[in-house]
């Protein structure tokens, strides 16, 4: 810049080196790099300067015409009762784009308006991918690949600081339960904690305030679908689920010519698109929540899914077969120790002794189920212990293959059976 590095006469450094000092008294930054949310320039966080070198594409809201745009998001999510799911999936996006695009506290105390996981869950070819490439183009343009850190298979998260969306696409999923939870509790962390730490390779640590929405693209059978943690209450208002449904009338495009000739088409109808969100669609009041001013909307037939995984509701089964199948009881009462014994060593025991593998198990699942099914699982407070009442189920099964009432006459009948033909000599 022109700075001489000589000293001058009686000076006791030279200009260049005054400018050194200076810079790094008044403009020391502890990060350079993008920020997902931020214009490039210096900003603060947290009492420090960070200075933004990226930033994300703006779209501009004019026209009027997002035909197109409409047939990608609204087609695919009419289920198969003629529900319409997009008024969600726009209350998301609306809210999602209030939050990157209002101002700021400032003071190195900003923090976005958080948003609920969105998980969009269909058959292969159904319009998941398309969705969510338009919603990136809208954020902005830039996604990270989150998994693998949310994960712990790597601590450098540098990509994901830069990104407005996030997006988890058909990782491979895991039916260990602890993971399961733990991918819950990474997503509470990542979308409603205020500061995230930012670490790139080489680098120290950072506290940093980035915007974040997380999109999880997932097919839509049982095994697919276990890459998604449990919802208890912790998670209740931070995961929504949309099923994408095949439909004729999706918009498709197979050939690299197709897919080219449909892009130009939504980079010229998104802007018309943004005008419309902004300022023509109104939240219903159903899709509405406090914290986030979006409602967690879950689809039925992907939370019963979802739900035939969880292990409260696979113990509720083995319940269910082992002490209400082939009888006529109306209930069982006892400690959840009792109940626990009674499965693992009953005709389901192999069962029963794989899921209720840690201390208290039992209680913790019959807790879960007090809530979900307050009818059948019920607290009675005992004198000296604990107890619970399960009331049996209003459909069981006549019989079942694992009860036997009387194994060891069975086997001696068997055993009679056996010598008889020996005896005959076959």
Not at 235 to 250: A, W
Not at 363 to 379: N, Q, V
């Amino acid at each position: 810049k022109g700075f001489d590095t000589e000293k001058g006469k009686g000076d006791l450094i030279s200009m260049a080196d005054s400018m050194v000092l200076r810079i790094q008294q008044e403009r020391y930054v502890v990060y350079a790099g993008p920020l997902a949310g931020y214009e490039i320039g210096r900003h603060e966080q947290g009492g420090y300067n960070v200075l933004v070198t990226h930033q994300r594409n703006v779209l501009h809201p004019v026209g009027v015409d997002w035909d197109v745009v409409k047939r990608i998001f609204v087609t695919p999510l009419i289920d198969e009762c003629g529900y319409d799911q997009s008024i969600h999936l726009f209350t998301w996006l609306k809210r999602a784009d209030e939050a990157l695009n209002s101002p700021y506290r400032g003071g190195g105390s900003q923090s976005f308006t958080p948003g609920p996981a969105l998980v969009l869950a269909g058959p292969k070819d159904c319009g998941k991918t398309l969705m969510c490439s338009v919603i990136r183009k809208l954020l902005g343009g830039r996604v990270g690949k989150p998994y693998r850190y949310m994960m712990g298979a790597t601590s450098f998260n540098k990509e994901l600081m830069g990104s407005e969306l996030l997006v988890i696409d058909d990782e491979i999923s895991n039916t260990d339960l602890r993971t399961r939870r733990a991918f819950g509790y990474q997503i509470k962390n990542m979308l409603f904690a205020e500061n995230q730490s930012g670490h790139g390779k080489a680098k120290d640590a950072i506290t940093l305030y980035p915007f974040c929405r997380l999109m999880i693209l997932v097919n839509d059978e049982p095994e697919s679908l276990l890459i998604l943690p449990p919802v208890d209450d912790s998670l209740d208002d931070k995961i929504m689920m949309l099923k994408v449904c095949e439909n004729e009338e999706s918009v498709r495009a197979d050939t690299p010519a197709e897919r080219a000739e449909l892009n130009e088409v939504i980079d010229e109808q998104l802007p018309a698109f943004l005008g419309w969100l902004r300022y023509g669609f109104v939240v219903p009041k159903e899709c509405d929540a406090p914290r986030t001013g979006v409602y967690a909307f879950r689809h039925k037939a992907l939370m019963e899914t979802v739900n035939q995984l969880t292990p409260e509701n696979k113990l509720m089964t083995l319940i269910d077969d082992a002490l209400f199948s082939g009888n006529d009881h109306e209930d069982w009462q006892g400690t959840a120790n009792q109940l626990s014994k009674d499965l693992c060593e009953g005709p389901y025991k192999h069962d029963a002794r794989a899921l209720l593998n840690w201390t208290n198990a039992t209680g913790t699942y019959l807790g879960r189920l007090a809530k979900s099914h307050p009818d059948r699982f019920i607290y009675v407070k005992g004198r000296e212990s604990r107890l619970w009442r399960v009331v049996a189920p209003e459909k069981r099964a006549e019989h079942t293959d694992r009860v036997v009432k009387d194994p060891l006459g069975l086997m001696q009948e068997a055993t009679r059976r056996h010598r008889e033909k020996m005896s005959e000599g076959e």
